[in-house]
């Protein structure tokens, strides 16, 4: 079954950075897009950036374009969210998902999805 685990959450103050980590087993890892999206309470769930299979290709919402880098390693089957001068508004739960097919911006198109690492950012 697929299993996909987040790590790298935490508290930060406001300017400073964290990197997520989303380690994905029991699927083809270099066939699957991937893509990172958040949630804070009372939120709709918020994409935030995604990867093309290979790595080639990426997008991201406008509010961390600048600031947040998605990049993955196929040969540990892992992607990666480096999150740089964080805001308060960047506080949410982060989860990762994979899908098998290209990147989207959408929810309802990924069909693994991990249980998410929380983020909190200071002001």
């Known amino acids: 079954q697929v299993q996909l685990v987040e790590s790298g959450g935490g508290l930060v103050q406001a300017g400073g950075s964290l990197r997520l980590s989303c380690a994905a087993s029991g699927l083809i890892f270099s066939r699957n897009a991937m893509g990172w999206f958040r949630q804070a309470p009372g939120e709709e769930r918020e994409f935030v950036a995604s990867i093309s299979w290979l790595g080639i290709s990426t997008d991201y919402v406008d509010s961390v374009k600048g600031r947040f880098t998605i990049s993955r390693d196929n040969a540990k089957n892992t992607v990666y969210l480096q999150m740089n001068s964080l805001k308060p508004e960047d506080t949410a739960v982060y989860s990762c998902?994979?899908?098998?097919?290209?990147?989207?911006?959408?929810?309802?198109?990924?069909?693994?999805w991990g249980q998410g690492t929380q983020v909190t950012v200071s002001s």
């Open positions: 998902a994979a899908r098998g097919g290209e990147m989207s911006q959408f929810p309802s198109d990924y069909a693994a």
